[in-house]
């Protein structure tokens, strides 16, 4: 039995959304600090995926007769106090920086939507009650309430994950909070009340989704202050335990060496640096496109 060909409209429709990613795509890349952002995260993409073949010498294995050798043809980047390869730990270390990166972000972005426009919807002692609680870990500097939790849940880059996340919800739920109450009094979301359909409805069909623009933009911003904290649990001893090659634990353990061997700082801070500086790019190229003023 032949199967049904697709409708016209289907077929309409979806060259029409890839017509609009393709244009949205081309304006994002035609600010080259944009592009460079951008290029630079598919790089950190690549190198994670391709990280066994790229690294020139296992992340954990050591040559005690080669410590501490300053960059040269053998060891790109140096190698630290246990003869371990700098750019091969470096390199596996992009692993855990988009593992935490993404991880956050997956559980950050629907708390914190779903938070912040049931509290604009409903208003009144919901609003009240969800808007105090957000406003207690507002009041906390980020790295202070993760460093808190880490030190409740115990060091471990998997409670480092749960730290960074139960922290930065709170500026996502903010910013839904007043989409919503700028949404919620709009004639088309009136009108689907007149016709029977139940807040569930309302928020899932019409407003969370005009939402998602602006918080896809935050959340983009975010983690470049995401790897920073992380980082710093991890230079703190609270994140990523040794040996893994975490970035932020791989500038602690070089600190003691900087003065003489100053690549054991230098390569994990520049990557910090530039997958950060990337990532707050892309996310002032994001609010430039998808911003409707911008039209």
């Given at each position: 039995m032949n199967s049904a060909p697709s409708s016209p409209q289907t077929g309409t429709a979806g060259q029409a959304m890839r017509r609009e990613a393709a244009r949205l795509l081309r304006r994002l890349l035609r600010n080259p600090l944009t592009a460079a952002g951008v290029a630079v995260i598919v790089l950190l993409i690549g190198v994670a995926a391709f990280a066994p073949w790229l690294a020139t010498h296992g992340p954990y294995a050591q040559d005690l007769s080669q410590a501490l050798k300053p960059p040269g043809a053998g060891h790109w980047f140096g190698?630290?106090?246990?003869?371990?390869?700098v750019y091969s730990r470096l390199?596996?270390?992009?692993?855990?920086?988009?593992?935490?990166?993404?991880l956050v972000t997956v559980i950050v972005g629907p708390i914190g939507l779903v938070v912040g426009v049931v509290s604009g919807y409903f208003g009144g002692w919901v609003d009240t009650v969800m808007m105090?609680?957000?406003d207690i870990f507002l009041s906390f500097p980020s790295l202070v309430l993760a460093l808190a939790f880490v030190a409740a849940l115990g060091p471990g880059l998997d409670h480092a994950v749960i730290a960074i996340a139960l922290t930065g919800w709170p500026p996502i739920a903010r910013l839904a909070r007043a989409e919503t109450l700028s949404l919620r009094n709009a004639d088309f979301i009136t009108a689907a009340?007149?016709?029977?359909?139940?807040?569930?409805?309302?928020?899932a069909r019409y407003i969370a989704p005009l939402c998602l623009s602006s918080v896809v933009v935050r959340l983009t911003m975010n983690m470049a202050s995401i790897i920073l904290t992380a980082a710093g649990l991890g230079f703190l001893g609270l994140g990523a335990q040794a040996p893994l090659p975490e970035w932020g634990a791989m500038i602690s353990e070089g600190r003691r060496y900087m003065l003489d061997s100053w690549w054991l700082v230098a390569a994990p801070g520049a990557a910090i640096l530039m997958v950060s500086l990337a990532f707050n790019l892309l996310g002032d190229g994001l609010y430039d496109v998808l911003d409707p003023r911008s039209e």
């Open positions: 190698t630290d106090e246990y003869g371990r390869d390199v596996h270390g992009s692993r855990i920086t988009l593992y935490v990166v993404a105090r609680i957000t009340q007149l016709q029977g359909a139940s807040s569930l409805r309302i928020l």
